[in-house]
């Protein structure tokens, strides 16, 4: 198991970006996607994207291809029941070793709106409508405390 974090750095106010860049590349640099941080008593993990190495051209260079199929016009039970075949190809994409491919299944991910595209934001970002400069200006006061 993990070491328990219990050694916790307070982030003055003036330089609290520059740390907490800081700290971001010193994680990933050691392979950690995460960040843990602290307000008061509340603990919070910063997540961010691995940053992926650029390749020189010619060099077994290979393109990312993501494609997300999100149906929230119906249910998940109901999409197994009428699209088996459907179901079968992603399963046999994630069970195939020869497929260079995954396929993740949101099996909790649920529609908060009525129209697609106040489902799809939050999937993509977690944000929820008109929440953005919220969020941001939440863990920014929330680090600057701690």
Known sequence: MGKAVSDWKPLPNDTITAN???AVKTNLERG???LFLRCGK????LTFPPILEKVVEGKNK???NIN?????SISRPHFYRIMPRAVEALRKIVQDPNIKATALDFELAQSIGQQTFENLRPFFSG???GEL???FFVAVICVAHS
Do not use: G
Not at 42 to 45: D, E, H, L, P, Y
């Open 127 to 129: 944000v929820l409508k």
């Open 42 to 45: 509340n603990f919070q993990v």
């Open 62 to 64: 290979s393109r990312i």
């Open 32 to 34: 950690f996607s995460f």
């Open 20 to 22: 907490v860049q800081e």
């Open 68 to 72: 997300v199929i999100m149906l929230d």
């Open 133 to 135: 400069t919220m969020v």
